[in-house]
């Protein structure tokens, strides 16, 4: 909301200052008023230095910082496990949502939203339980390897005449982050200037489909997301 | 003739304090140009945003980047007003010549350097408090930090060598302009008119060359001296000229 009237605040601060100009005419501003201001802004700047380092510390609540060559290494591992059929080695926190449908019917289609773009494994189980178990994996998200992976919100599961729906999150997840940069003066000499944005690690979400051993999954459309896995 | 002798340092020394006094409200119009920059900075230096499965990650930046850029065009402002008649006028009042007069000057625009420098590279933290209690600021820590003791005397040593090399070649403009008002339109014309030149002709602006010989030095000592340099040779210049002016002129 602050955001919102910005703009009007700038522009009203902006009539002010013409506005006392236009008042004061060419009067001198009295070096009493000129020194008042002066000290009252420096008292400030150092109350707002003081604070600024204390206010640092609690706004996002990350704490964990992720290496570049560990992202990698932990998407490239996941990508390993459920090719392989290894789902008890995929870390805890990998797994975003598991949801189980009975379903007792010959086939099932598998519908994806057109917004959303997983990478879908299937895994016949070598039972015939009918059950469809439905899990939800997160290679996760960093920004500049500060780790968000928990503010990741898991996608929607559904079956309905047949049909498996997969949607992503009921609401869009917004995560808005504030970096403060070094100033240009100070970049010049200690580096960091050239690359001013940060990187934004993301990939696809992974699902994974458990499916009994009779089931059929019948998916023209879409089946270049479709991975079938062998153990 | 007078009995009583003059000693050059004391007489700058006076004219520095009294100069003080007399352009101290040029402070006042600092403060209102840093807070003017600080709210246009509050609206982040540059975003960055991304899209995918549901999610939207917006990420702003933030610096004190444009509170420097205003106090250097603050700086400039106040050299080339200082040049200025009625301000040339003023030392008439006092036991004075050339030399001494712009040395006072030269005294008054390194103490406006410093007070201007060091409150520009603190503004951030100004920028940082009201982002955080009025608009909401998700601030992402760790490359965030606000006063790491280095960089906070680095930021504040070059902050304030560059505002005072912005005010002596300020104070070398209204020199020249005070021999010809003709200056005043010669110097932005030769500047635009370089920078069109060499685009014409495909080839870096030597504008950009000159800027990038102070913007792009990464050793700071180096940087230190090529500042230092170059702000004695445009004062020295500029005593030079004022020096070979007539009373009064």
């Known amino acids: 909301m602050m955001l919102t009237i910005l703009p009007a605040a700038i522009v009203f601060f902006l009539i002010l200052i013409i506005a006392a100009i236009v008042i004061k005419g060419k009067k001198p501003v009295t070096l009493k008023f000129t020194y008042r201001l002066l000290l009252t802004y420096f008292i400030v700047l150092c109350i707002s230095a003081a604070t600024a380092a204390f206010v640092m510390g609690d706004s996002t ?72 178990d439905v899990y939800a994996y997160t290679s996760g998200l960093y920004i500049s390897g500060a780790d968000f992976t928990n503010q990741i919100k898991a996608p929607t599961f559904s079956i309905m005449n047949d049909q498996l729906e997969i949607n992503p999150p009921d609401n869009q997840q917004e995560i808005n982050v504030s970096m403060i940069k070094n100033e240009f003066t100070i970049t010049q ?5 050239t690359t001013f944005f940060e990187p934004i690690e993301h990939n696809e979400t992974m699902i994974l489909l458990r499916i009994p051993k009779n089931l059929t999954i019948q998916d023209e459309e879409n089946m270049y997301f479709l991975q079938y896995i062998n153990k | ?33 840093q807070l003017l920059a600080i709210l246009f900075s509050l609206g982040g230096v540059a975003s960055q945003g991304f899209q995918s499965d549901g999610m939207s990650v917006s990420i702003k930046y933030f610096s004190a980047d444009m509170v420097i850029a205003f106090t250097m065009i603050w700086g400039l402002v106040t050299a080339i007003t200082i040049t200025t008649k009625p301000y040339r006028y003023y030392d008439f009042s006092f036991v004075t010549n050339r030399v001494t007069s712009s040395l006072s ?49 680095i930021g504040n040593i070059a902050t304030v060598l560059y505002i005072i090399f912005i005010c002596s070649i300020g104070y070398f403009i209204g020199a020249l302009a005070q021999i010809s008002k003709l200056f005043i339109a010669v110097i932005p014309v030769l500047f635009v008119g370089s920078m069109l030149l060499d685009g014409m002709m495909g080839r870096e602006p030597i504008a950009m060359k000159i800027l990038s010989f102070y913007f792009q030095e990464s050793s700071f000592s180096l940087f230190v001296v090529k500042t230092l340099i170059s702000t004695v040779l445009f004062f020295a210049a500029s005593i030079s000229i004022l020096n070979r002016m007539e009373v009064r002129k």
Not at chain 1, 99 to 109: E, G, L, M, T, V
Not at chain 2, 1 to 25: C, E, G, H, P, R
Request: hydrophobic share 40%.
């Open chain 1, 189 to 193: 000499f200690i580096g960091g200037g």
């Open chain 2, 105 to 153: 000057n030269i005294l008054y625009l390194c103490t406006a350097s410093v007070i201007g420098g060091v409150t520009a590279v603190m503004a951030k933290g100004l920028l940082i408090i009201i982002g955080y209690f009025f608009l909401d600021f998700q601030l992402l820590d760790y490359y965030s930090q606000p006063f790491h003791v280095r960089d906070f005397l």
């Open chain 1, 61 to 132: 609540g990350v704490k964990k910082i992720v290496s570049e060559e560990n992202i990698s290494k932990n998407v490239k591992d996941l990508e390993k496990q459920l090719n392989s059929g290894r789902y008890a080695e995929i870390p805890r926190e990998s797994l975003i949502k598991h949801s189980s449908f009975d379903y007792h019917q010959p086939s099932i289609q598998v519908r994806i939203n057109e917004y959303f773009n997983p990478r879908i494994f299937i895994d016949k189980k070598e039972l015939d339980d009918g059950v469809i």
């Open chain 2, 1 to 33: 003739m007078s009995l009583s002798t003059v000693n050059t340092s004391k007489v700058v020394k006076q004219q520095y304090i009294l100069k003080l006094k007399a352009n101290f409200d040029a402070f006042s119009s600092l403060v209102w140009i």
